[in-house]
């Protein structure tokens, strides 16, 4: 009985700590404790929200289909990356301070320079994507490899197992759950990548949708924007959770088992 109050109060905790937030918000903008035009109100944020709909999917069209191909390539590019530097620990010792530089950059000091190079078009928005979500992607695959037990790997070696057998059967399988948990971060990463590089230049995208909701001072959509991106985010973040179920149904067995 405790562990099922424990488990429904688990789920319902984040929905009563927004609702909270949401009520704080609208309380202060009823006292009028922030001006309106500064803060408005969550009434006018949902009115915005669904009055703008439309315009919004429209434009995240665009932006969705830049965060999927710069995630898509990221995924792909990381995968070779780790394991090139699991096979060649020399090159693991060169390129990882690289990787770990490279994130010490903001990501609004490099959009402007790929819209330079690459144009205003979305060569630039999906470099930014895969500069964004690669590096949580690398680092959880070489946390998966070096994961492994060394007693597993001597006993398929004893087995006669070659490099690519040892990495398929033994290594792999073990760098499952570190890379969805990267996945889980560059997912939410990419759009707020794509956006930003949209924000810097571009013609369309929620990025430049809103600049020009910024510049027309409607903070109700402003707000409307960002919570529609929170949504994209989450939604991105739960069909991650579902691929990494799907791919590993035995953790799925295994918190059910801890949970009774």
């Not at 889980?184 to 909701?213: D, K, P, Q």
């Not at 027309?216 to 973040?237: E, H, N, Q, T």
Request: with cysteine; net charge positive; charged share 15%.
């Amino acid at each position: 009985m405790t562990k099922k109050l424990q488990s429904i109060t688990n789920k319902t905790a984040p929905v009563i700590a927004v609702a909270v937030i949401i009520l704080i918000w609208y309380l202060c903008c009823d006292a009028e404790v922030v001006p309106a035009y500064m803060l408005p109100s969550p009434t006018k944020v949902i009115t915005a929200f669904i009055n703008n709909f439309d315009v919004m999917m429209k434009q995240a069209a665009v932006t969705l289909q830049e965060t999927l191909y710069g995630l898509l390539i990221g995924i792909a590019s990381a995968f070779v990356i780790a394991v090139i530097m699991d096979r060649f620990k020399w090159l693991y010792k060169a390129i990882y301070p690289i990787l770990v530089v490279t994130q010490t950059i903001p990501t609004i000091a490099i959009a402007p320079l790929l819209v330079l190079w690459m144009g205003f078009g979305m060569a630039p928005k999906i470099t930014l994507v895969v500069i964004t979500t690669f590096f949580p992607i690398v680092i959880g695959l070489l946390t998966g490899f070096e994961g492994v037990d060394p007693d597993a790997i001597n006993l398929m070696r004893a087995m006669g197992a070659n490099r690519y057998q040892i990495f398929r059967y033994v290594k792999f399988p073990n760098a499952i759950a570190s890379f969805f948990s990267g996945l889980r971060i560059s997912s939410a990463y990419a759009v707020v990548g794509a956006v930003v590089s949209e924000w810097l230049g571009g013609f369309e995208g929620l990025g430049v949708y809103m600049t020009r909701v910024k510049k027309a001072y409607a903070f109700d959509k402003m707000f409307a924007v960002i919570v529609f991106i929170s949504a994209i985010s989450l939604i991105l973040m739960g069909i991650v959770s579902l691929l990494e179920r799907a791919a590993m149904p035995w953790t799925k067995k295994t918190k059910k088992k801890n949970s009774q």
